[in-house]
């Protein structure tokens, strides 16, 4: 049995087959093939449902995905890339080409992946440093070479190795980093729209790929065309708009905020938004968050402030303004090596009140289990929507004090002093009333790694709450431990903490469903102020 999954099944509906499959063993009642779980796990990916995938592909037995079914560990290790689990990956990656041996479409496209995870790891520790001569320039060149390989191993036919080989090798260029393939740009980008003009079928990829060919020979108002075009066709996923909104803003340093991004970047994001209710957002957009430039990404359509609940409501663009500041107080908690471990937030001493709060001292509010099994020295916090005097993200060593904690299987959390402190934040108003079941809940964090995500939309809603704990269906991925958790009107919440796509409900622990566990934050500030 093969079920349609791709096109046929909205988000809620795949997390249901994934919960029967964990659960039961079976999708739609019938013992499931390799096939059918192949299927769920490409209809996951396309809704960026990346940790249940991974769940899907730990159902089937390993062996496998490396004998004759390569496509379900090819699809595994995408997801592991999108989650931040880099060695799961390569080690995935490198057990299917050596099973694959150097032949084959499945090949060209393991090493295409292993490619991309190179590519993502430059990426991410330049997002971090802003230097390229700190963030390995060898993983820009590796990238590089593995797309080429598999350029060439396509007899030049395969268009998404293509551009990624012309946009790394600009990048290369404007990060000044020496490599040892050498490209002719002009050449490749009109092999690459040769290809594509003679192809009647439209797709997403193609458009979108013929819109970067173009961005990278200069025609602007040719890249603007198909990017547009890409919108309308029948192909478009959520997965395929994000990774096209994450080419533009990561390799190519495009922002919405000035040109060419305004024209290339807002019709992606606005499409992003009314697919999944999810914004991705680069950390100039959240260092800027000016109410204009937000209602031009959005539209001028009048909108009163409400939750993104329902494909025909949207939320204003002075209550996403909200947001945005939301988004300024929280950070991404990494190893010093630069490697993430979650996320954090910062409360003032008065909020938190554990001190005298004469200074009204920030500090980092995160799950234990981000950094609590560690030495804290070994950590430290980036704001990415704060700029320090260099115009780098403002980094700031954790600690050396701990003000309070509990451990993971209580309430999961850290309060943790910094040993700088950031300038020109506001402080979040804490909710002094829970929203009701039903109701949007928001979460801002660091779930790919890289830049803010936000979480306006699709299927936000409060599904249970029962003691220090809320259930929910706020967007979450590896990552996003330790995130800020808002109500409608931005107010915190709680934390995230944890989550799945079968755990036991609140109300009644022997029933299941697929949801994200927070702590609620008067559950923490009691038991901090009674610890401290």
């Not at 980093?177 to 990829?205: K, Y």
């Not at 300038?423 to 109701?439: F, S, V």
Request: aromatic residues 8%; hydrophobic residues 40%; charged residues 15%.
């Amino acid at each position: 049995m093969t079920i349609p999954i791709a096109t046929n099944w909205s988000p809620p509906q795949l997390a249901g087959f994934v919960q029967e499959l964990v659960t039961s063993r079976t999708i739609q009642n019938q013992l499931p093939t390799i096939e059918s779980i192949t299927s769920l796990a490409s209809g996951l990916n396309n809704y960026r449902m990346f940790r249940e995938l991974v769940d899907v592909a730990k159902s089937a037995p390993y062996q496998e995905f490396r004998e004759g079914h390569p496509q379900l560990g090819l699809l595994q290790a995408q997801a592991w890339i999108e989650l931040g689990h880099f060695s799961g990956a390569r080690s995935l990656l490198e057990g299917l080409l050596v099973s694959l041996q150097d032949q084959g479409p499945e090949w060209m496209e393991a090493t295409g992946l292993m490619a991309r995870l190179r590519k993502q790891m430059y990426l991410d520790l330049y997002q971090q440093t802003r230097s390229p001569d700190q963030c390995y320039p060898e993983h820009l060149g590796d990238a590089l070479n593995g797309y080429w390989a598999a350029y060439q191993g396509s007899n030049q036919q395969s268009i998404w190795h293509a551009i990624n080989v012309v946009s790394l090798t600009a990048l290369a260029g404007r990060h000044q980093v020496t490599t040892e393939c050498q490209v002719d740009i002009g050449r490749v980008t009109q092999g690459i729209l040769d290809i594509i003009g003679s192809n009647e079928t439209g797709s997403f990829w193609n458009d979108a790929t013929a819109g970067e060919a173009y961005l990278a020979r200069g025609e602007l108002e040719d890249a603007e065309r198909y990017y547009l075009r890409a919108l309308f066709t029948n192909d478009i996923t959520p997965f395929a708009l994000a990774g096209a909104i994450r080419q533009l803003m990561e390799v190519w340093g495009l922002t919405p905020l000035a040109p060419p991004g305004d024209r290339l970047l807002r019709p992606l994001q606005r499409k992003l938004v009314e697919m999944s209710g999810k914004l991705y957002l680069a950390p100039q957009f959240v260092q800027s968050a000016m109410g204009e430039d937000l209602a031009t990404v959005f539209g001028q359509r009048p909108m009163s402030p409400g939750v993104f609940s329902e494909p025909d409501d949207f939320m204003s663009p002075a209550t996403l303004l909200i947001g945005l500041k939301c988004c300024r107080s929280v950070a991404r908690v990494e190893k010093n090596n630069g490697e993430a471990a979650g996320t954090g937030f910062v409360l003032p001493e008065s909020a938190l009140m554990v001190g005298g709060g004469a200074n009204d001292q920030f500090f980092l509010v995160t799950n234990y289990h981000v950094v609590g099994h560690h030495d804290i020295s070994q950590f430290r916090a980036t704001f990415y929507g704060l700029r320090d005097s260099e115009d780098r993200p403002f980094t700031t060593a954790l600690g050396p004090t701990i003000v309070a904690s509990s451990p993971p299987d209580q309430l999961d959390y850290m309060i943790i002093g910094l040993a700088q402190q950031p300038q020109g934040l506001q402080t979040y108003n804490i909710a002094k009333t829970l929203p009701k079941i039903g109701d949007g809940i928001f979460s801002a964090g660091h779930p790919l790694g890289a830049s803010i995500m936000l979480s306006i939309g699709g299927d936000n809603r409060l599904l249970d709450c029962k003691g220090d704990k809320t259930h929910s269906c706020t967007g979450s991925l590896d990552g996003s431990s330790g995130s800020p958790l808002f109500d409608n009107n931005f107010q915190l919440v709680g934390v995230m903490h944890a989550g799945g796509s079968s755990i036991p409900t609140l109300s009644d622990p022997r029933e299941r469903h697929a949801a994200n566990e927070g702590i609620l934050i008067q559950s923490i500030l009691t038991d901090a102020r009674h610890s401290h």
